[in-house]
Structure formats: C-alpha cells, structure tokens
C-alpha cells in the first residue's frame, strides 16, 4: 500500500494544487490530502472551511484507483504523516524560486523523519505563477482569478468577501 500526504494550507485550494493532486494519483495507492490548522497565518479560511471545499472539489479529479481523503492536521507535518502510516510527502514546485524552501523542509522533514520521502512534482507551466496568496490578493482587489482557482473557490472567496453571487 502506496499512502502519501500532501500537506499544505490550501487557503485556498487553487488549480495549482489539484494539478499536483492528478499526478500523484498514478503513483500512490492513497493520499491524505492534509490541510494545515495554523491560526497564526490569519487565514480567510477556517480549516473546516477548506476541508469542505476540497472534499466537494476531489470528484473533479481524473478517475484512478487512489484513494483520495482529507484531514486537517495540527503539529509537524512528520508526525501526521507517520500517524497516518504514510511514507511520502507530496510536494508541488511550481518554479526555481520555490526550490531553496523546499529542499530546506524536506530535508529537515527527512532528519525528523528519516523512513519518509519527500516527493516532488512539478506543477503545469500555466499555473507556475498561481499561488493562494496571489489568488486571494487579486481577488480581493478585484481581479479576475477565473482559471486559476476552481470556480467553487471562486465563489467561496465571493462569499466571503460579502460580494454575492456573480451572474
Ligand atoms: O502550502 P504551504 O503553506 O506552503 O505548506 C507549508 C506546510 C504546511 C507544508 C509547512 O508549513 C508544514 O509542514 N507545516 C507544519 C509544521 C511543520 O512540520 N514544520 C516543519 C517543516 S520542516
């Protein structure tokens, strides 16, 4: 049994991360697709919230055998993951950029953990500039996000910010 977890704030979920999410179901067997309760980082969404949104979002994922499931998780990332008999983390690279920082935390994840990889994919060219925190700068401002978050998000974020259904 292949088990990974694929940790991250996911605040909120953009087309960056399910992009990650399709190619890793042909590699593992289930992955836990764990969202990060940490009030420090003022988040726009509860990770209630965002387990919610993910959940209804996953049907949209390209059928395969993987087992798909979502838990939010408090603590080390390691500790979840050995907790959850997981032997891989799944991380996205988007860019070079991102590269330093997580080489930084797979390698400190590996010296806290050292039975669990880290296993990176790349994401698609279209979405190497999508980053939750971009999405919701945007959106805030009034730009357009269409594409590169799904259109659940989208109106979740529209909720949020009291701007009511868009026709
Ligand atoms: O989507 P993000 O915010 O880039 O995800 C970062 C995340 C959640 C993977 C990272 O912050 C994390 O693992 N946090 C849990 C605490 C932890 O394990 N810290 C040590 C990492 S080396």
Request: aromatic fraction near 8%.
């Amino acid at each position: 049994m292949r088990r990974a977890i694929f940790p991250g704030s996911f605040d909120p979920l953009t087309m960056g991360h399910l992009d990650i999410i399709e190619r890793s179901v042909s590699l593992f067997d289930e992955i836990i697709i764990a969202v990060l309760n940490n009030p420090d980082k003022n988040p726009m969404f509860t990770p209630d919230e965002r387990c919610e949104m993910i959940q209804e979002i996953l049907p949209s994922v390209k059928k395969s055998e993987c087992c798909l499931l979502v838990e939010s998780f408090a603590g080390l990332t390691v500790d979840f993951a050995k907790q959850r008999n997981c032997s891989a983390i799944v991380r996205g690279i988007r860019a070079v950029s991102d590269y330093e920082y997580e080489l930084r935390m797979a390698l400190m994840n590996r010296r806290l953990e050292p039975q669990i990889e880290t296993v990176f994919l790349m994401a698609a060219e279209e979405y190497s500039y999508v980053s939750s925190n971009l999405m919701k700068q945007i959106f805030t401002l009034g730009g357009r996000v269409e594409g590169l978050v799904p259109e659940l998000v989208e109106a979740k974020m529209r909720e949020k910010l009291g701007l009511g259904v868009r026709f």
